[in-house]
């Protein structure tokens, strides 16, 4: 991969990657908010009534929802993290060049 490439890469990736971190951020509230619903909804001891909350499909759905989301958060993590190490590997390689070259 040309530094061109890890650069732009880089560049494009700001905002999809801060996206994808918001989103994470903002399903793991929403499935709090959606296990007290389903726990409001319910009947019984708190522990049958977190039980029936947490299985509910409107949870599992939400839980769903947050497992793709800091999945996706992850990938641009990793990816930017990888093209920070190229860029970094690129920098000192072109120093050393040059302090050869002195």
Known sequence: MDITDVLTALAETDEPA???????????????????????????????????AITSDAYQTAHEQLSEAEAQDLLFRNE???????????????????????
Not at 25 to 35: C, D, G, M, N
């Open 80 to 102: 930017r993290s990888t093209n920070t190490m190229r860029f970094d590997y690129w920098r000192s390689v072109n120093a050393n060049r040059r302090m050869g070259a002195a």
């Open 18 to 52: 801060a996206q994808a971190s918001s989103d994470a951020k903002r399903l793991e509230r929403h499935l709090k908010i959606v296990k007290a619903q389903q726990f409001i909804l319910a009947s019984g001891t708190v522990a049958e009534r977190e039980s029936i």
